[in-house]
């Protein structure tokens, strides 16, 4: 399996335009999560799916915010308008069960707002 | 305070020291990982423990449930063993709150 496959690897776009971030989780795994890290808040969790279906979405900042999945080898995370403040490297993980299954990681995506 | 203590944040070894990196919690848990970042960024899921001790290869994890505290050790540590870890919480569900990280960095 390639494991989980996220696109682009850097992403710089200005301030006000749209941003879409792409992930392709491992086969057969029913969880999904996006990740958002930064220097000044670390590792932290936005949003995760089970079976596609949105669970937990507290972690969202705002509005501009928004995440999909279509299907179960597809996700999206996209930021309208974005800011510069959005900058940060953009994970998302996938894993087979919620206990006793290990996290699976992209490389990530290096957001940069000017 | 933050739910996820760990200690220390940086860590500077010789190659072959015995390492130990401690993670304190301060909320009930269902579980508890142990991840690497890489200095390319990537992260790696080393350890999920809900009790007890693993062991893979020369890195061993222990949890103390009662305590809330886990350790991660690195035994005959080598060059390449330089990463941050990172301690992370599963609180209720599967919402991961994860610590600051500590920075190992292994001299040769």
């Known amino acids: 399996d390639a494991g989980v496959i996220q696109s682009p690897r850097h992403e710089v776009t200005e301030m006000g335009q749209e941003v879409t971030l792409r992930c392709k989780p491992i086969?057969?795994?029913?969880?999904l999560f996006w990740y958002r890290q930064t220097m000044m808040r670390g590792l932290e969790l936005l949003i995760y799916f089970n079976n596609n279906v949105p669970i937990d979405d507290s972690g969202m900042p705002e509005d501009r915010f928004s995440a999909k999945m279509p299907n179960a080898s597809f996700s999206t995370l996209k930021i309208q308008p974005s800011e510069p403040r959005d900058s940060a490297v953009y994970f998302c993980?996938?894993?087979?069960?919620?206990?006793?299954?290990?996290?699976?990681f992209g490389n990530g995506t290096r957001l940069t707002v000017t | 305070k933050n739910e996820v203590e760990q200690s220390p944040q940086n860590l500077t070894a010789q190659e072959g020291e015995f390492i130990t990196i401690n993670c304190s919690y301060s909320?009930?848990?269902?579980?508890l990982h142990w991840l690497q970042q890489h200095p390319g960024g990537g992260i790696v899921s080393l350890f999920m423990l809900s009790s007890g001790k693993k062991k893979h290869g020369r890195l061993i994890a222990t949890i103390n449930i009662q305590e809330k505290h886990s350790s991660l050790h690195i035994t005959a540590s080598h060059p390449r063993d330089s990463a941050v870890y990172i301690c992370a919480v599963m609180v209720g569900g599967s919402r991961l709150t994860f610590g600051e990280g500590t920075q190992l960095t292994v001299n040769p």
């Open positions: 086969s057969g795994h029913d969880y």
């Open positions: 993980a996938s894993s087979q069960r919620v206990l006793g299954s290990p996290l699976h």
């Open positions: 909320v009930g848990i269902s579980a």
